[in-house]
């Protein structure tokens, strides 16, 4: 049997690469070597490589230049199948304000926009809660603009909502179990998901069944509207029993530490089960 020849793409100039590092190196280890021929493609540094005749790339990059659109579209001019959402889905669910405009008007709640504290500010593109600050006192309000506009020139202010963290995963037509964050720091921010000990994790959700129900339909609505295909995941704050919306991810993290890997496995996938649907529904896709 012919084994499938698989990049897998890493790396990048965004705020996230050493987290695509780790995400791709965790792919490499895990593709099943008796059905795939891998190599990693480390970019910039190794675009070259992609000229190679590979019959799938497997995405594992996040943040600006690879989880918004450009490489997907970078990869569709070339006539590679890829993994994950595609070049509009990919740019909305970067774009947070974009992305907020579509669930308002799917009447999807969000926390609220304001310039009132306490608030949270952030990137309008970015992931991994790079930039994320919260503000608790007027005071401080100016000097975290400040800071965030480092990151992305445009910014989003929103209401602080204090519940509980939760996050659910769709992997193709499936929807995950929806696992609960219990973060040591005030939210779930990038040391809390990258470090062993920086958060709790509980999979399935400690949320009654009606909860969780609608959480996973509301994740399913959210893939939808934005037009997602393959797999991606949604988080949520949970105040007095609602679930808001805080942003989808099209390219969640596949490092040890990450969500979408514990959802999957308490859906009955060993993660080398997991990265294979990945595929396999990245090769359903036709080229344009």
Do not use: W
């Not at 306490?118 to 005071?139: D, H, L, M, Q, R």
């Not at 997991?274 to 990245?282: F, G, Q, S, Y």
Request: include cysteine; proline fraction near 4%.
């Amino acid at each position: 049997m012919n084994k499938l020849r698989v990049a897998v793409l890493m790396g990048g100039e965004s705020t996230e690469r050493e987290i695509s590092l780790i995400s791709g190196k965790g792919v490499i280890e895990n593709l099943d070597r008796k059905k795939y021929e891998v190599e990693g493609v480390i970019l910039p540094e190794e675009k070259e490589k992609l000229f190679n005749k590979f019959e799938v790339v497997f995405i594992a990059m996040h943040g600006i230049g690879g989880e918004d659109g450009k490489v997907q579209g970078f990869l569709e001019t070339m006539k590679l199948k890829y993994t994950g959402c595609g070049v509009l889905a990919s740019a909305i669910g970067m774009d947070k304000k974009i992305f907020r405009k579509l669930m308002e008007r799917e009447d999807i709640l969000m926390a609220k926009e304001t310039n009132k504290v306490p608030c949270v500010v952030k990137p309008a593109n970015g992931g991994s809660s790079v930039g994320v600050k919260i503000v608790k006192e007027e005071k401080d309000l100016q000097k975290a603009i400040e800071e965030v506009k480092k990151y992305d020139k445009e910014i989003l202010i929103e209401e602080y909502l204090k519940g509980v963290e939760v996050s659910c995963g769709i992997l193709g037509e499936e929807v995950l179990p929806v696992v609960e964050i219990r973060p040591k720091n005030d939210f779930f921010d990038y040391e809390s998901k990258y470090s062993e000990s920086g958060t709790r994790e509980i999979c399935p959700a400690e949320i009654s069944d009606e909860l969780t129900k609608k959480i996973q339909e509301i994740t399913k609505k959210v893939f939808k509207t934005i037009g997602g295909r393959g797999f991606g995941r949604v988080d949520f704050i949970i105040k007095d029993e609602i679930p808001y919306v805080l942003e989808i991810n099209t390219i969640p993290g596949l490092t040890p530490n990450s969500l979408l890997p514990k959802e999957a496995k308490a859906a009955g996938y060993s993660y080398s089960q997991m990265l294979d649907k990945m595929i396999e529904l990245a090769l359903k896709k036709p080229l344009k």
